[in-house]
């Protein structure tokens, strides 16, 4: 059964210790509440990070997918019809990646149980990086970015697919309301889990904009840093290139 935490996660150690906690204890349930979630539309989120990747300049190139997950983004990628390469998915919550290694079937994705705060590969090792609805979750983000440029090669562009609030105000009274007080009796319904889906609203509000976002990037040595939002500002693709 789903342990039940003193508090929503908070910083440091607790903050990575309960959130690995969380993803691996929904893994069995992600994918469906993944999708019933956000009604399909992180499937067409997902499209146009990999486009915004640029793979097709290094097509046979070797790409990190971090907090991989159960291998959504990473499969994006290796599933595209001119794509030669490699894709290397690693998240620490190994659950996750036992879920989703059905939905492999001979794609070119590696699995590797790893924390994106100490990544197990050599600086300069890919040709790009991914990390979809991720970062938030990093219980030091500027760590995480600077761990993302050191694996990167020279000119390597990360992608970032993350939630965020949306500016209109409209639309943000009608998405916080969805958030805070529907999404999380589904996901406790669905799941079975009695505080994931309460975290997740609040992880989203606490988390940075897109500029501080940018900003944070920059701070880690990339540059080019930008983003465009997507549905209303719901979520953002954020790109950064390591000079």
């Not at 993803?23 to 992600?30: D, L, T, W």
């Not at 079937?105 to 991914?130: I, M, N, Q, Y």
């Not at 390597?156 to 007080?181: D, K, Q, S």
């Not at 989203?204 to 920059?218: H, I, R, S, T």
């Amino acid at each position: 059964m789903p342990t039940t935490p003193e508090a929503v996660p908070s910083r440091g150690e607790d903050r990575e210790r309960q959130v690995q906690t969380i993803f691996s204890e929904i893994a069995p349930r992600y994918d469906l509440l993944n999708h019933v979630l956000s009604m399909n539309i992180d499937r067409a989120w997902r499209r146009r990070a990999v486009d915004t990747l640029g793979w097709t300049d290094r097509p046979a190139g070797t790409y990190l997918d971090a907090c991989a997950g159960t291998f959504d983004l990473g499969l994006e990628l290796a599933r595209r019809g001119d794509f030669k390469g490699r894709v290397v998915a690693s998240d620490f919550a190994r659950p996750m990646l036992v879920a989703g290694r059905s939905k492999l079937d001979g794609a070119a994705v590696a699995p590797v149980c790893g924390d994106s705060l100490r990544l197990p590969f050599p600086d300069d090792t890919f040709d790009g990086a991914t990390v979809g609805f991720g970062v938030r979750n990093l219980s030091d983000l500027d760590a995480g970015f600077c761990e993302f440029h050191r694996v990167l090669k020279p000119g390597a562009r990360l992608v970032v697919l993350e939630f965020t609030v949306p500016p209109n105000p409209i639309v943000r009274a009608g998405y916080m309301l969805y958030f805070t007080r529907i999404l999380p009796i589904i996901g406790r319904i669905v799941s079975g889990h009695p505080w994931a889906y309460t975290y997740l609203p609040e992880s989203v509000k606490e988390f940075p904009g897109p500029q501080e976002l940018a900003d944070k990037l920059e701070g880690a040595g990339f540059a080019e840093a930008g983003w465009s939002l997507v549905t209303f500002g719901i979520a953002a693709i954020h790109w950064a290139r390591k000079a």
